[in-house]
C-alpha cells in the first residue's frame, strides 16, 4: 500500500501562484510514477501532470502548459506541481496518484490516489 497526502491547496486570486505538494509513505517511492489528476465541480476527473520514476520524463496537459510544471524529489518521497498564472477555470479538488505499473509520464493504471485539495482561484 502507498499513502498519498496532499498539501498546499487554498484560495487564490486570478494570476496568482500556488505550488502543491503530495508526500508518500509506505513503498519505495522512486518505484512509482506520479503526478496530478483534478476534478471540477460537475466535471469528471482530468489528467494535469505527470512523472516517472526518476523524473527524466514529464507531461503537463494543454490547457495548463506553460503556467504549470511537475518536479519530484525521491529522497523526500514528494512530488510537487507548481502552478503560475492561475485561471479561475483551474478550480478544482486536485488529486494526487501514483502507479508502479508503467513508467509513464502520462500515468495509465493508476493503482493508489490521495485525497485531495481543493484550489479555488477568484477572479
Known amino acids: 500500500q502507498v499513502q498519498l497526502v496532499e498539501s498546499g491547496g487554498g484560495l487564490v486570486q486570478a494570476g496568482g501562484s500556488l505550488r502543491l505538494s503530495c508526500t508518500a509513505s509506505?513503498?519505495?517511492?522512486?518505484?512509482?510514477?506520479v503526478g496530478w489528476f483534478r476534478q471540477a465541480p460537475g466535471k469528471e476527473r482530468e489528467f494535469v501532470a505527470g512523472?516517472?520514476?526518476?523524473?527524466?520524463?514529464?507531461d503537463v496537459e494543454n490547457s495548463v502548459k506553460g503556467r504549470f510544471s511537475i518536479s519530484r524529489d525521491n529522497a523526500k518521497n514528494t512530488v510537487y506541481l507548481q502552478m503560475n498564472s492561475l485561471l479561475p477555470e483551474d478550480t478544482a479538488v486536485y488529486y494526487c496518484?501514483?502507479?508502479?505499473?508503467?513508467?509513464?509520464?502520462?500515468?495509465?493504471?493508476?493503482?493508489?490516489w490521495g485525497q485531495g485539495t481543493q484550489v479555488t482561484v477568484s477572479s
Open positions: 496518484a501514483a502507479t508502479s505499473r508503467i513508467n509513464s509520464p502520462l500515468l495509465p493504471n493508476i493503482e493508489y
Open positions: 509506505g513503498r519505495t517511492f522512486s518505484n512509482y510514477a
Open positions: 512523472i516517472t520514476r526518476g523524473g527524466a520524463l514529464t
